[in-house]
């Protein structure tokens, strides 16, 4: 049959789109470091990242089992087919910028170990507006233990961070957490001048805290950091706390080896806690250094996320 030819209708051109509004949404200006954060930008029209995951694991016939999980947003939790029980948690979104809320939650009823983890850095982006919002919540039932230990969070250029972890105990339960810092990408000559960062941790033992700290940045101190009693040279640090009723015992061999090069480590312990201070020049003789730490705190090897990333020898 053969094909009838037909007329197709021209549209009318539309009205013309002004790119004003749109532009200034994200800024009169390309920011200084190229990021597009321009000082006028206005962050309201933005969509923001919201992320929560949240674990419960019982102890059963011997081994630790999960009994619940929820998941929404950018926040996933992975289970990995290991002999002792693990949890990855993942920010799917790739980072945290202003307005951003991230949520972790992990439940242990009495008896159950596990070992809780993120499966990369974490990373704060540049910021101007509002905070990014993190937040760690954890409690561990009698005789439990839960090995905390994310791996480093990168702070760019005018991020802003806000932090906070809180772990409950019960009576006889034990926490060894650690929290690392890079202040930008050291190869990439990057030097934070303007990024500010609060991060408060709290463990508690049957409601009463045991140890707490808080760490805030802003650009005050960052312009001092090169000072001998602020952070001298270093551009990454960390703290372990290992909170437990025989914490006192792993002082020693802890110490014998504090001794990475290109970082300044010491440890302390009383009361049923011990804790490690660490500086270091860059991000990788800073993870060396954990490595070694938390291998002699968890008397084994560490997690697979942390070998994959070069558990030290």
């Not at 190229?34 to 419960?56: K, P």
């Not at 190869?187 to 140890?211: I, Y």
Request: aromatic letters at 4%.
């Amino acid at each position: 049959m053969p094909m009838r030819n037909r007329r197709l209708k021209r549209r009318r051109p539309g009205p013309a789109v002004d790119p004003a509004p749109a532009l200034a949404s994200i800024g009169t200006n390309g920011g200084a470091n190229g990021d597009g954060m321009g000082e006028a930008a206005t962050f309201g029209r933005l969509e923001r990242s919201q992320g929560r995951a949240q674990v419960r694991f019982e102890a059963a016939a011997g081994t630790t089992r999960l009994r619940d999980l929820h998941q929404s947003g950018s926040a996933k939790a992975l289970l990995p087919r290991t002999a002792a029980a693990e949890v990855v948690f993942l920010n799917t979104s790739g980072g945290l910028t202003g307005g951003d809320r991230l949520h972790y939650g992990i439940g242990l009823g009495p008896g159950a170990r596990l070992s809780a983890m993120t499966q990369t850095a974490e990373r704060a982006y540049a910021s101007p507006g509002p905070a990014a919002h993190a937040e760690v919540v954890a409690e561990v039932g009698a005789g439990g233990r839960l090995d905390w230990l994310p791996q480093e969070t990168l702070i760019y250029e005018a991020s802003h961070l806000e932090r906070t972890t809180t772990i409950d105990l019960a009576g006889g339960a034990a926490v060894l957490l650690c929290e690392a810092v890079v202040l930008g990408r050291h190869a990439m000559g990057e030097a934070p001048r303007s990024a500010r960062l609060s991060d408060r941790r709290m463990v508690r033992r049957n409601g009463r805290p045991v140890w707490a700290e808080a760490l805030r940045l802003d650009a005050g101190l960052l312009a001092d950091a090169d000072h001998a009693a602020l952070l001298g040279p270093a551009r990454a640090f960390a703290v372990v706390a290992f909170v437990a009723p025989a914490a006192a015992d792993a002082l020693a061999p802890l110490r014998a080896v504090l001794n990475e090069p290109g970082c300044e480590a010491a440890a302390s312990a009383w009361n049923g806690r011990c804790v490690v201070r660490v500086l270091a020049r860059d991000g990788w003789p800073l993870r060396r250094q954990l490595s070694r730490a938390l291998r002699v705190l968890r008397g084994g090897s560490l997690p697979r996320v942390w070998q994959l990333g070069g558990e030290a020898a």
